[in-house]
T-cell receptor, first 113, second 116 residues
């Protein structure tokens, strides 16, 4: 069964550095998402992306965050200047349509030192 | 604003016993409802979903859930727990808007422990 893949599985970065989290969505999916889960807390929506633009974002998704689909397969989340509180598990998801279930990757654990 | 509440952050059941994980949502419009499972160090796997139609939905691994509009509930059940069911379960909800049901809101999760 096709799946969403995320790399790396664990990223350790110094505070203030830029980090890029990578995702390869399922190939025939058209909608892409990022969520995060701070340790011990619930999964929170960050952003949805369709037709090469952001379609919805949460208040968490401020100016330090950006998303991009640089080619036909990858979907990336960039955090420009990381803070300690950005430490979390970041999940990528994709769906065929806006009302279709979202399929999640295994996540990237981001640790900011 | 859409929200979902899971009652009980931890639930323990004996192997072979009924599993009941509770979920309530708040909404003024028809929701889409989901249950996801997360095994340790893994991502979120869709167990089942309700969109429209039959209110009792069956999912993978023997789980099912019933949408009760009058109670705004979507409780997850399984008749007989198996050791492999030990995981964290998340109820989730999304609502239609101009772009579709894109933003999924998750509950805080319920950790299921299965006792041999």
């Amino acid at each position: 069964e096709p799946e969403v893949t995320q790399t790396p599985s664990h990223q350790v970065t110094q505070m203030g550095q830029e980090v890029i989290l990578r995702c390869v969505p399922i190939s025939n999916h058209l909608y892409f998402y990022w969520y995060r889960q701070i340790l011990g807390q619930k999964v929170e929506f960050l952003v949805s992306f369709y037709n090469n633009e952001i379609s919805e974002k949460s208040e968490i998704f401020d100016d330090q965050f950006s998303v991009e689909r640089p080619d036909g397969s990858n979907f990336t989340l960039k955090i420009r200047s990381t803070k300690l509180e950005d430490s979390a598990m970041y999940f990528c998801a994709s769906s065929q349509g806006a009302s279709q279930p979202q399929h999640f990757g295994d996540g990237t654990r981001l640790s900011i030192l | 604003a859409q929200s979902v509440t899971q009652l009980g952050s931890h639930v323990s059941v004996s192997e072979g016993a009924l599993v009941l994980l509770r979920c309530n949502y708040s909404s003024s419009v028809p929701p889409y409802l989901f249950w996801y499972v997360q095994y340790p160090n893994q991502g979120l796997q869709l167990l089942l979903k309700y969109t429209t139609g039959a209110t009792l939905v069956k999912g993978i691994n023997g789980f099912e859930a019933e949408f009760k509009k009058s109670e705004t509930s979507f409780h997850l059940t399984k008749p007989s727990a198996h050791m492999s069911d030990a995981a964290e379960y998340f109820c989730a909800v999304s609502f239609g808007k101009s772009g579709g049901y894109q933003k999924v809101t998750f509950g805080t999760g319920t950790k299921l422990q299965v006792i041999p």
